[in-house]
């Protein structure tokens, strides 16, 4: 079992940054992909980066490349999301998730674990 909370959301404005965390318990992170996802109202959740266990694989979704981080330091059981440059479209509550495999997936159903969410919003 993984048991995983998010932080670090909040209200910003359009250009500002925020950083997110996830951090794990329950079992070492160094074994597990984390995925970052986000729901916006009314929209599907949707994948928006990937890292693999040892950190040597990583993947974004093409709204966020260039702007959006993803990083872990498995010493921590953490695992980061760096979002720079924010849009108001960026607004969503953003899940962290984990799998028992080395490498990340940006399907929601290959991930065993869920974080309960941070909320994100960026006004205009």
């Known amino acids: 079992q993984v048991q995983l909370v998010e932080s670090g959301g909040g209200l910003v404005q359009a250009g500002d940054s925020l950083r997110l965390s996830c951090a794990a318990s329950?079992?070492?992170?160094?074994?597990?992909?984390v995925g970052w996802f986000r729901q916006a109202p009314g929209k599907e959740r949707e994948f928006v980066a990937g890292i693999g266990s040892t950190g040597s694989r990583i993947g974004y979704a093409d709204s966020v490349k260039v702007r959006f981080t993803i990083s872990r330091d498995n010493a921590k059981n953490t695992v980061y999301l760096k979002m720079n440059s924010l849009k108001p479209e960026d607004t969503a509550v953003y899940y962290c998730?984990?799998?028992?495999?080395?490498?990340?997936?940006?399907?929601?159903?290959?991930?065993?674990?869920w974080g309960r969410g941070a909320q994100v919003t960026v006004s205009s």
């Open positions: 998730a984990a799998r028992s495999v080395a490498s990340y997936s940006p399907e929601r159903s290959a991930y065993d674990y």
């Open positions: 329950g079992r070492a992170l160094s074994v597990v992909a």
